[in-house]
């Protein structure tokens, strides 16, 4: 095992400690191997192994959507628009669904909201009185190619103004030409600027050519402490994709293996079905167990998919009948 | 009930039953009690028995048991029905196949619960593997009806073939038997596995409902006993089987010497390499695949898992890891991964081969998860066992895989190849070179580079050693059922009748033949020689006396010669252009010595030469163009087809043309890079002892053709009995004594064709695929 102090834990670190900074291992990052056929055959035939059906399909759709981040990402965002998106936040699943579930008492809330630092004020006046945090994507998203001074303040900005989660994106010009010492030292330096608010690292999957660089920039995030490693930003060609997802998931497991941490995973983008999310909560079951189906250690970026995963909630309270998207109060 | 409010903690898959109702409706329909299906009709049987879903225990229904009258139906109506399906023609089947793979999709569903029920495996390989790979089967092959006739001009149906499928993939392996059957021409009698006959049964209504000619398809149920009347039925042209290696053996036996042409798939205990450089995650679930799948019950299971030292350990706990999450039950449950084993009486040999593991030694792993009684197997994982376990040896044919380490890819070589077996491998490297480098290595039918059980119509499957021989599958398994169209019977090449007076020996000084192994002129161990004389009974000269110590000197030096196998083509053909030359300048010699020996004439002795000429130029002309092939199944990436060497050859010549029959078996061996060890003409030998001067003025290497004289059936059935030659061709009257020889450990054999040496078919594609062995390498890719 790597030897790694572990750091204070916050009230949101998983069982076990936060994962801390470990120090660079280029071994480790070189010796990542991935058989891209051999990872695409096994998200291929995964959703042929696994499935859940009735109340279990309930259940485990209910969880997914305590997963959620909730996102708005668009230039045409406003204090307004957010007010509404963390009301939804609060209260995800119609009030009569989860009370015909049974779990009308539990404060099903979704994981996160997720903003631009201008609207992390209005997103956290909003979400007062819960416990759901905000978090902003920053780090000169989506491309993360500002000057590094300035990523860091924006970083520092946001957390001075209430979020509890950092969303960074990687250089991906460092994954490119094979300088993982440069990704490391500025996730790093991230991670510092975080303080006690969690780092969950965009590695911009779709951007990096490889499945053997998609491991290599997450382990290379992982050592430099990263709380979450998250597929994408949303603007890349191509998001989420179940590929992305097991060789990342592969990664922490590794990085458990050696260190005994966990680092949690956030896909995003493109999720936007049931059957989607469902995939990824298989995928994450079976490559590193139920922790990681929590919101603790699990989060999917999305914004439609609350909205089909209410629908399939509906019809299964309703004894099968097919719901619209109409009977749902939208985000 | 189960609360939502429960499964938010516990988080469980919960249960995904498939329905078991259409199938239900479907054996009662038919009374729970089923018929032989001859001749397209449903004829009842004197006798039944039953059938049981292994995973409750409970009968499904009666199937019939056919009785040796009922087999006896089933070939009449299948000999009757075959000229009629041989001259709709190529295209006039394809429509047939066509109309099977459509409806055998238009029903997958109905086939994939009733192959579950039947066998025990899960739901999900039935609908996602078994059914698909059986429809596509029949697509494949209506292609190769389509093209039949431009495709392979030179070649004709078989005739009837009987058909003996195993219960591990009931309908997917009949699927491989009758589709290229179909195919090419021939008609069919098929026994399924007693324990799984019901999907063979659908199959057959299918067959109503595509149309099929009556007598076209017959199948037939039963205990083995109904698989031996097919295997000795005298009017049954080919017998395909897969199965264990123990029954193959004995259907070798029961068709040797009645001409019956064979193809054998049998057992396995294929190699699992790990390198140190391979994706372990990705080879984990590659494992999970190769021996896990269908319960280990796979004949191509890679139960042998051999990884590099540096990374045995890590990758062993992640096996370890994986193993926990395996789910074990209800086989129509969507989300189990091992279902039942097909019987208790399988289960129990299973059982009985892990304690004996576990008894001589190793290390037993099975997860936490409490395995459900009945006839189910936990995954297991056995550590601590060298090659010399039993558990290593042996096929278990269950949930079990041993595990070693191995240090150099020199090493993972000889680990994979330590065994009876030849049927698979599965090689994990990230490296190409390394993966490339060790697919060839192995001596087995199929090898995944960084995949495993992975199968499709396009690319041939079958084995090598005592896994078997012939392919199915690809254009290489079209021609387990054809057989060349000019196939002359053996009176019609005849030994040239003397012409002229026998003319005595030529030599002036006493030149002594003697045997010539590994590249020296060798006296017979036994020290005694024998004389050859003319037709007229004129002392022709002497010749060594060989006997089975000879045999077993000439053996191991061919084998020793093993490099030859790797030299270029470029550079063997060379070698037999060279031959060529040297014979050439000798030819008067020749010819004079064939005429002393056979009277033959001078014009026919000089033709005789000058075709031995020709045919070895032929020969060096495929050397470097005898190409396989590169498949195409449905993945991204290939699977190449290699015409390897069979390895060591034994040669057993006709009489007739002494030198242009010796020359035309042994060029095309040697031309594709296997050794031999050639037993000459017994009456006429001493043109081909005069040869080796020729082989040895040639640059031949030592080793690589080796010539016994003496008493040629004797010595044909040393060969066909040594573990160390891999194939015997013989060409003489006593086809079954030679072919019960080879019995023992299945060995390769060509025997009782007569050929006119002469003529076009003594030379060419049909040598070269006797010489060689396909070898399919599937090769996924991907950056």
């Known amino acids: 095992m790597l030897k790694i102090q572990p750091v204070p834990s916050n009230d949101h670190a998983p069982e076990g400690g936060r994962n801390p900074v470990a120090a660079f291992d280029a071994d480790l990052i070189e010796t990542v191997r991935v058989n891209r056929s051999a990872a695409e055959r096994r998200v291929a035939t995964l959703p042929g192994r696994r499935t859940v059906k009735k109340q279990w399909q309930a259940a485990w759709l209910v969880k997914a959507v305590q997963c959620i981040d909730l996102t708005t990402l668009a230039g045409d965002d406003t204090p307004g628009r957010v007010h509404r998106l963390c009301a939804k936040a609060r209260q995800p699943v119609r009030q009569d669904l989860l009370e015909a579930m049974g779990i009308g008492d ?221 009977r749902h109060p939208m985000g | 009930m189960t609360s939502v409010a429960t499964i ?145 001009p030179d070649h004709q149906p078989l005739g009837v073939a009987g058909q003996i499928v195993p219960w591990n993939f009931p309908l997917l392996i009949l699927a491989w038997k009758i589709a290229p059957a179909l195919a090419a021409g021939n008609t069919v009698v098929l026994k399924p596995s007693k324990e799984t006959s019901l999907s063979a049964l659908l199959f057959a209504e299918i067959c109503v409902e595509a149309r099929l000619p009556k007598g076209v398809v017959n199948i037939v149920t039963g205990p083995g006993k109904v698989g031996d009347a097919i295997v000795r039925h005298p009017d049954i042209d080919k017998i395909a089987f897969t199965g264990s290696t123990e029954v193959g053996r004995g259907i070798r036996m029961a068709t040797a010497g009645t001409g019956k042409k064979l193809t054998l798939e049998l057992g396995g205990k294929s190699p699992f390499v790990v390198f140190e450089d391979a994706d372990l995650d990705g080879a984990v679930e590659g494992a999970v695949d190769a021996i896990w799948f269908n319960q ?201 009748p003397p012409q002229e007076p026998a003319i005595a020996a030529i030599d002036s000084v006493d030149r002594t033949a003697k045997l010539y192994i590994g590249g020296k002129q060798a006296r017979p161990d036994g020290g005694y020689s024998r004389a050859i004389v003319s037709p007229s009974g004129a002392f022709v000269g002497h010749v060594g006396e060989g006997n089975r110590k000879d045999i077993r000197n000439a053996v191991e030096a061919a084998a020793k010669a093993e490099s030859w196998a790797n030299a270029t083509g470029h550079a063997r053909a060379q070698i037999l252009y060279y031959c060529a030359e040297n014979l050439s300048a000798r030819t008067a010699e020749f010819a004079q010595r064939l005429r002393s020996m056979t009277g033959a004439g001078k014009a026919a002795a000089t033709r005789e030469v000058e075709t031995s000429i020709r045919r070895l130029f032929t020969y060096a002309a495929w050397a470097d163009k005898y190409d396989g092939l590169v498949h195409n199944p449905p993945l ?85 009995e040594h573990r160390g030659v891999e194939a015997v061709w013989y060409f003489g009257p006593d086809r079954k004594r030679i072919e019960e020889a080879a019995v023992d450990d299945i060995k390769q054999t060509w025997t009782g064709e007569a050929i006119d040496w002469a003529g076009t078919v003594g030379e060419g594609r049909e040598f070269l695929r006797h010489a060689t062995q396909v070898k399919n390498v599937w090769i996924p890719y991907g950056a």
């Open chain 2, 296 to 496: 280990g019950q796979v004949c191509c299971a890679g139960s042998r898992l051999l990884v590099q030292e540096s990374v045995a350990e890590r990758f062993l706990a992640k096996l370890r890891a994986r193993m926990e999450t395996l789910r074990v039950g209800d086989p129509l449950d969507k989300v189990t991964d091992i279902g039942a084993i097909v019987s208790m009486t399988q289960r129990a040999s299973i059982d009985a081969l892990v304690k004996r593991g576990v008894a001589e030694g190793a290390e037993l792993f099975q997860p936490k998860a409490k395995c459900p009684n009945g006839c189910f197997y936990p995954p297991t994982l056995l550590t601590n066992v060298e090659s010399a376990s039993t558990v290593v040896q042996e096929e278990i044919f269950g949930p079990v895989l041993v595990a070693m380490s191995f240090r150099t890819p020199a090493e993972a070589a000889q680990l994979s190849n330590n065994t009876r077996y030849g049927l698979a491998a599965s090689v994990w490297s990230e490296n190409i070179n390394v993966a490339l480098d060790l697919a060839p290595k192995i001596k087995a039918g199929v090898v995944w580079v960084n995949c495993t059980n992975q199968f499709d119509a396009a690319v041939g499957f079958g084995g090598y050693r005592e896994s078997g021989f012939g392919r199915e599958g690809g254009r290489e398994g079209m021609f387990a059922y054809l057989k060349p169209k000019a196939v002359k019977p053996h009176a019609a090449a005849p030994v040239t």
């Open chain 2, 636 to 720: 991204r990436g290939v699977a190449l087809a290699m015409n390897e060497p069979v390895g060591v050859i034994g040669i057993a010549c006709p009489d007739e043309a002494p030198l242009l029959a010796f020359t035309s078996l042994w060029a095309p061996a040697v031309a594709m890079g296997n050794r031999v060890v050639v037993l000459p003409s017994e009456k006429h030998p001493l043109a081909a002892t005069d040869f080796y001067q020729v082989l040895e003025t040639s640059d031949m290497p030592g080793g690589v053709v080796n010539i016994v004289t003496g008493p040629r059936d004797v010595l044909a059935q040393v060969l066909a």
């Open chain 2, 8 to 152: 938010l903690e516990s988080m469980e898959y919960g249960p995904a039953p498939e329905s078991s109702a259409p199938v239900e409706t479907w054996l009662d329909k038919h009374n729970r009690s089923f018929d032989l299906f001859i001749g397209g009709e449903w004829v009842a049987a004197e006798a039944h028995l039953d059938s049981f879903n292994p995973a409750t225990g409970k009968k499904l229904a009666a199937i019939s048991h056919a009785s040796s009258a009922d087999v006896d139906a089933a070939v009449k109506a299948a000999r009757a029905a075959q000229p009629v399906w041989a001259k709709i023609g190529g295209a006039g089947r394809a429509r047939y196949l066509y109309a099977i793979a459509r409806l055998i999709q238009k029903h997958s569903r109905l086939f994939a619960v009733l192959e579950t029920m039947d066998n025990g495996k899960p739901i999900r390989e039935t609908r996602d593997i078994d059914v698909p790979l059986a429809a596509r089967h029949f697509y494949h092959h209506a292609g190769w009806a389509q093209l039949l006739e431009s495709e392979f």
């Open chain 1, 106 to 326: 539990r404060g099903i809330t979704t994981g996160a909201v997720c903003v631009y630092h201008a609207m992390v004020e209005p997103a956290v006046a909003a979400l007062k009185g819960t416990n759901i945090p905000v978090a902003a994507v920053s780090t000169g998203f989506p491309a993360g190619l500002s000057p590094l001074p300035l990523r860091i303040k924006e970083i520092e900005a946001s957390v001075a103004a209430g979020a509890r989660e950092i969303d960074i994106v990687l250089n991906r010009s460092h994954v490119l030409t094979g300088n993982y010492r440069a990704v490391y030292d500025e996730v790093r330096a991230f991670r510092e600027a975080c303080g006690s608010a969690h780092l969950k690292t965009i590695i911009g999957a779709g951007d990096l050519g490889t499945l053997t660089n998609v491991a290599r920039a997450s382990m290379a995030c992982m050592m430099a402490g990263a709380d979450f490693i998250k597929t994408s930003t949303g603007k890349e060609s191509v998001n989420a994709t179940l590929a992305f997802a097991l060789v990342m998931v592969r990664m922490i497991r590794t990085w458990r293996e050696l260190t005994g941490f966990k680092v949690g995973f956030k896909p995003a983008g493109g999720i936007s079905t049931t059957k989607d999310v469902m995939n990824y909560q298989f995928v994450m079951k079976e490559e590193l167990g139920n922790d990681w189906l929590e919101p603790g250690l699990f989060r999917i970026g999305a914004s439609s998919l609350l909205t089909d995963i209410e629908r399939q909630l509906d019809h299964f309270v309703s004894g099968g009948r097919y719901s619209s998207a109409h």
